[in-house]
């Protein structure tokens, strides 16, 4: 009886440590059984508390009337799966008659405080049936990916959603993205993020990074094209859309359509081209885009409008030639001038780290989904790397990618070196590897060494 007690209070505080130290190992442990025990057990209580019964209907009662029956109670949504997952529990649910998913979704927070559990959501997965996802624990505090995901040709998991699902960045659902967030809200990290998972798949990386080439410099073995000041960005963009035209003339060259060509052959972008003659798509990755359109001078005024106008004509045409823009930047608003509306409305794909204010929110989502707008003001700076994402169907979720250092970044780049390849257009913008020469003397100076 003693060893039993023992070994119980052992169990007991290893339980209790990991749930404190490891959440995500408690939950594969001990807290997914206890959970699913727990919805099952109270579930009936819980959704007749939650308001989420219907009373039994006639012919029940007139059953029960007719067979001298006690009279039926009313009945909760009927369970039609029960699912653990790494981060909680999928609970598929058959709505009654006079439910809608509406209920069940205003009812989440409820439900999450009735099942104790970390989050719930909801959403409707045809009429008559909704998912409700509950995660266990806090799964944007520490964010581990899982190890097999649903990868795809130009679609790679980049963060973890508070759902527990991932978010993926399909470039071919969603070709241009923008993503904004103050200063030290995480945009470098989430890009870097993109970067490692692009690196293995098939496509040239182009990066733009103003910043003297901070971020994006070290990860250039895997970089065809790289430019670190505007002037250099403006000859790099226009090259990008010198390859768009090669790139559609060979399209034109490819489609040769005659009667007898079936419908589905007939190319209009560069997937629909037979693999071996397939132009290699082009991912431009644009960090710091404000520092492109800011200007001091005439010229610069000059350099800052071709600049623009390429990035807007890469955002209008770039889809069929397989050019998706990923833009990063702290604002990106109608204060910097003229054009830059209307390249954000062809950003399809949005992300908003945390931002200082609300008019820099409203220029990623004010105007394609407003609730997100405070959601993104909300996220606190003890927690950088957490952003809102949302898309043009108006639907929004809180994300957060993995802590990827730029070692990390760096050496998954490096692996993947021998996949860069070699666009003839951008070869004077290819990356000189190597290390760079030391400058003869520090242009800054070093903090003084203390005894
Ligand atoms: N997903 C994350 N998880 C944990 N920490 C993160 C995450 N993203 C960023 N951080 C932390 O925040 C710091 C700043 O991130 P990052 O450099 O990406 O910010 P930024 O938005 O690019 O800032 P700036 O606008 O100044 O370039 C990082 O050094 C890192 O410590
Ligand atoms: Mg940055």
Known sequence: MTWFMVALVVVVAAAGLLRWRRPAWYWLTFGASLAMLRVLVRYGSVMDACGLTVPPSRWRLAVARATNRPVPGPRAPRILRIRPTRTGLVLRLGLRPGQDAFDVAASCDRLRHSFAMYGVTSRELRSGVVEVRMTGYDVLKRVQMPASTDAGPMRVPVALREDGSVHYRDYRAVPHALTLGATESGKSVYQRNLVAGLAPLDVALVGIDCK?????????????ALADNPDAAADLLDALVAHMEDVYQLIRAEQR????????????????????LRPVPVVVLVDEVAELALYASKEEEKRRDRIITALARLAQLGRAAGIYLEICGQRFGSELGKGITMLRAQLTGRTAHRVNDESSANMAFGDIAPDAVLAAIQIPTDMPGV???????GGWARIRAPHTSLRQAVNTCNRHANRTPDLPALAPFRPVLGIPAPADAPAVESIPATA
């Open 212 to 224: 003297q080439g901070v971020e994006l410099f070290p990860l250039a073995r895997r970089f065809s």
């Open 257 to 276: 359509i005659t009667a007898d060509v079936p419908d589905a052959e007939i190319a209009a972008d560069i997937w629909s081209l037979p693999a071996k």
């Open 387 to 393: 952003a809102i994402t949302g898309d043009s169907t």
